[in-house]
């Protein structure tokens, strides 16, 4: 069965409180949160802790953290702040990294508080020398290293993560050189708006890298971030699909619609169950009402519950 988790963004706490405790309430696997410097999110880091105040059961973890920024997120603080939130969590710590996304006006964000935004190649270079510190760091290592991007003598995390020998490990990745880094250091990845036959050749893309890499495919979760529109009428899917595009300022034919999921509980399921063909183990859902539950309480008691 696919694992079904929820991604969350916002910055009205009481909102978050309740869509939360929803969520985990409800069963689905893992509740994500955004990590930046956008007015429409909080510290994320310093969300994940409530967040894990108001779960029981969900796995959590940001959606996702950049691995490549010196200026907070070094790879020891990133350590230090996993560890912190796997005890917080009682065990229920994914750490997920990212290489950042391409688009100008992220790099714009950045910039206006004076944070250089590396090219894409530097990017994946230090999202790769990350992950392998991030990874010796938390399980136990004493790290020294000499490295194109950092350098640590002697370096150790105390205390040690409650999941031993460290908390998973996730990247989202897209372009090649990412699906790279992936292959060598992740536990988990993570493919973002991908229809499920495109999905399924970016995921052989990788599993040929792990073979190269001499890790088993079948050991590396993988999931693919997709919107969600649960719909009652093809009048209301026409409706959340053309919201779906014209925010992101797409034409009503852009290949990017084939992956919203948009619908009745049947179609919904449907297009899971096209990604689990594709070989999608997870899968994290955006749900186009959020921060309100209705659709989150509706999949979960149409589609998650047989």
Known sequence: MIALGVQTWGTDLAALRRFWRAADDLGYARI???DGLWNFTHDG?????????????ARIGSAVTYGHDPSSHHPSWLAKRAV???????????????????DMATAAVWRSHGIPYPSARERVERLDETAGLVRRLLSGETVTCAGRYY????????????????????????SPGALQVTARHADGWEASYLAPADFRARWER????????????KNV???????????????????ALAVFLG?????????????????????????????????ATDLT??????????????????????
């Open 84 to 102: 912190a939130v796997d005890h917080l969590s009682g065990g229920r710590f994914d750490l997920r990294l990212g290489v950042g996304a391409e």
């Open 206 to 217: 990788l599993a040929s890298a792990l073979e190269r890499a001499g890790r088993p495919a």
């Open 285 to 306: 859902l955006a749900f186009s009402d959020f921060p309100a539950t209705r659709m989150l309480e509706r999949l979960a008691r149409e589609v998650l519950t047989p």
């Open 151 to 174: 350098q640590l003598r002697e370096a150790r995390i105390d205390p040690r993560p409650v999941q031993q020998p460290a908390p998973p490990l996730w990247i989202a990745a897209m």
């Open 32 to 34: 994500v949160y955004g």
């Open 221 to 239: 979760a993988r999931s693919v971030e997709v919107d969600v529109a649960l719909t009652d009428s093809d009048g209301e899917a026409a409706t």
């Open 247 to 279: 925010d992101r300022g797409l034409g009503p034919n852009h290949p990017l619609r084939r992956t919203a999921l948009v619908g009745d509980a049947p179609s919904i399921a449907q297009g899971i169950a096209a990604y689990a063909a594709e070989g």
């Open 45 to 57: 880091w310093t969300m994940l802790a409530a967040l894990a105040q108001c779960t029981r059961r």
